[in-house]
C-alpha cells in the first residue's frame, strides 16, 4: 500500500502562485508515475499533471500547460506542483494520485483509472 497526503493549498488572489507537495509513504519503491488531479463543485475530476519517476516525463492539458509545472524529490519520495498566474477557474480540491509499475503495459497518463492510490485532497481558492 502507498499512503499520499497532500499540504500547500490555500486562498489565493487572481494572478498568483502556490506550491502543492503530496508526500508519499509505505510502498513507495514500486511506483511507477505521481499524478494531480483537481475536481471543482459540480464538475468532473480532471487532469492537472503527471510525471514519470525515473524518467522525468511531464504531462500536461492545455489548460495548465505554461502555468503549472510538476517535479519530484525522489529521495523524498515527494512530488510538488508549482502553480502560477492562478485564475479563479484554477479553484478546486487537488488531488495527488500514484499509479504501481505496470511492466510493459502502455500508460495514458491522463486517466483516472491509471492510478491505483489517491490523497485525500487539499483546497485552492483562487480569489478575482
Known amino acids: 500500500q502507498v499512503q499520499l497526503i497532500e499540504s500547500g493549498g490555500g486562498l489565493v488572489q487572481a494572478g498568483g502562485s502556490l506550491r502543492l507537495s503530496c508526500a508519499a509513504s509505505?510502498?513507495?519503491?514500486?511506483?511507477?508515475?505521481m499524478a494531480w488531479f483537481r475536481q471543482a463543485p459540480g464538475k468532473e475530476r480532471e487532469f492537472v499533471s503527471a510525471?514519470?519517476?525515473?524518467?522525468?516525463?511531464?504531462y500536461y492539458p492545455d489548460s495548465v500547460k505554461g502555468r503549472f509545472t510538476i517535479s519530484t524529490d525522489n529521495a523524498k519520495n515527494t512530488v510538488y506542483l508549482q502553480m502560477n498566474s492562478l485564475e479563479p477557474e484554477d479553484t478546486a480540491i487537488y488531488f495527488c494520485?500514484?499509479?504501481?509499475?505496470?511492466?510493459?503495459?502502455?500508460?495514458?497518463?491522463?486517466?483516472?483509472?491509471?492510478?491505483?492510490?489517491w490523497g485525500q485532497g487539499t483546497q485552492v481558492t483562487v480569489s478575482s
Open positions: 494520485a500514484a499509479s504501481r509499475d505496470r511492466g510493459t503495459r502502455a500508460f495514458t497518463p491522463g486517466l483516472r483509472r491509471e492510478y491505483d492510490y
Open positions: 509505505g510502498r513507495t519503491f514500486n511506483i511507477y508515475a
Open positions: 510525471i514519470i519517476r525515473r524518467a522525468g516525463s511531464t
